[in-house]
């Protein structure tokens, strides 16, 4: 089969397409023949080697498909089944084997791109919202890269929530897309001093929480943007990572919480996963959640993928088709 490898770290140049054996389930697994694979910041990680991982590897965490074959022990899933997961490597290729416990049925309302789309970023926005801060009617959240994958789904979770939205983007046609997403109030981040706009827009306030996926540039001056006992939930590192950290700042600047979530320990177990993964599908499937899979390419094209998400030249969605 063609799959998608890391032999060294490095630049998207490092991406080979290749041709490799189609993987075998074991016992609790299942094999999918992979439809769509989502493309997620995460992978940039891995392929960098900021997130390591022994080489050579199939990058991908993300796919959806169809069971085409279960290992001994498989009660979750049978052969024919429509399924979707995350956080599991090797998405980038025609098969992945999958631990059967860790696929989601899909609708069959919702297309196999859709549920490749939803699995990491709308889990991701939904558990934020959900679980790590649990936003409310009345809170004020700000909302970093809002156009992005992760935050167009955040944008529009917060506000069927109840919050008020601040969102920061780089560009006039970034800002377009976060404020039809439902966003409030839209800081070109890139021209302005995010700060100064928050303490302007909140009468000097400040916001609830921050949901914060840029890490280096935006992580010193969004602390500054919370209220006393505010959430600083930092969820990624766009930018690069955050420099190491001196707690007693987050009793100076108002007894401050800090979190650094992962998907992974918000989905432990299978009926968690399910709740998710259902939520994200039926908003989706009814119209509530809308999806923005901004680009497609093919599983060759893995490399130019990662160029644009790198480059900040998406918003929303980036899929894979084999
Ligand atoms: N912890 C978790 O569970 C979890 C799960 C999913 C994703 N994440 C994180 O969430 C973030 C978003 O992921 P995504 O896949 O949806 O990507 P994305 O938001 O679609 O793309 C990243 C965006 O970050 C912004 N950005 C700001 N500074 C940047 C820089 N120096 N280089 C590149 N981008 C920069 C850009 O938006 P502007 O041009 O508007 O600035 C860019 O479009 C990532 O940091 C990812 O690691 C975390």
Redesign the pocket.
């Known amino acids: 089969m063609k799959a998608v490898r890391v032999h060294q770290y490095g630049g998207p140049e490092v991406l080979t397409y290749e041709d490799i054996p189609v993987p075998e389930p074991k016992a609790g697994e299942a094999r999918v023949k992979i439809e769509a694979s989502g493309?997620?910041?995460?992978?940039?990680?891995q392929r960098t080697g900021l997130y390591p991982l022994k080489t050579p590897f199939t990058l991908g965490t993300e796919g959806a498909g169809t069971v085409d074959a279960v290992g001994p022990d498989v009660t979750e899933v049978k052969k024919g089944d429509r399924v979707a997961y995350a956080s599991i490597p090797g998405s980038y290729a025609e098969y992945a084997v999958v631990p059967a416990g860790r696929l989601v049925p899909v609708p069959p309302n919702i297309d196999a791109k859709s549920a490749a789309a939803l699995m990491?970023?709308g889990?991701?926005a939904h558990?934020?919202t959900h679980s790590t801060y649990t936003l409310k009617k009345g809170d004020t959240a700000l909302i970093?890269?809002?156009?992005?994958?992760?935050?167009l789904l955040l944008v529009q979770i917060a506000k069927q929530r109840g919050a008020t939205v601040i969102g920061?983007?780089?560009?006039e046609a970034?800002a377009s897309l976060a404020r039809e997403a439902g966003a409030d109030h839209l800081i070109l981040?890139?021209q302005s001093d995010f700060l100064a706009e928050v303490k302007k827009i909140t009468d000097g306030r400040g916001v609830n929480v921050v949901y914060d996926?840029?890490?280096?540039?935006?992580f010193d001056k969004s602390l500054d943007c919370l209220r006393p006992r505010g959430y600083m939930v930092l969820?990624?590192?766009?930018?690069?990572p955050v420099s190491p950290f001196e707690p007693g700042k987050l009793a100076s600047k108002g007894s401050l919480f800090l979190t650094?979530?992962?998907?992974?320990h918000?989905t432990l177990d299978r009926a968690e996963l399910l709740e998710r993964a259902n939520d994200v599908f039926n908003w989706t499937a009814s119209g509530k959640l809308k999806l923005r899979i901004d680009k497609t390419l093919t599983l060759n094209e893995a490399a130019e993928a990662h160029r644009q998400?790198?480059?900040?030249?998406?918003?929303?969605?980036?899929i894979l088709l084999p």
């Open positions: 493309i997620n910041y995460i992978d940039i990680y990491l970023q889990m991701t558990y934020l970093h890269a809002a156009a992005g994958g992760v935050g920061t983007v780089s560009t970034k981040y890139t996926s840029v890490g280096q540039t935006t969820f990624g590192q766009s930018s690069g650094r979530p992962s998907l992974a918000y998400l790198e480059g900040r030249k998406t918003t929303g969605k980036v």
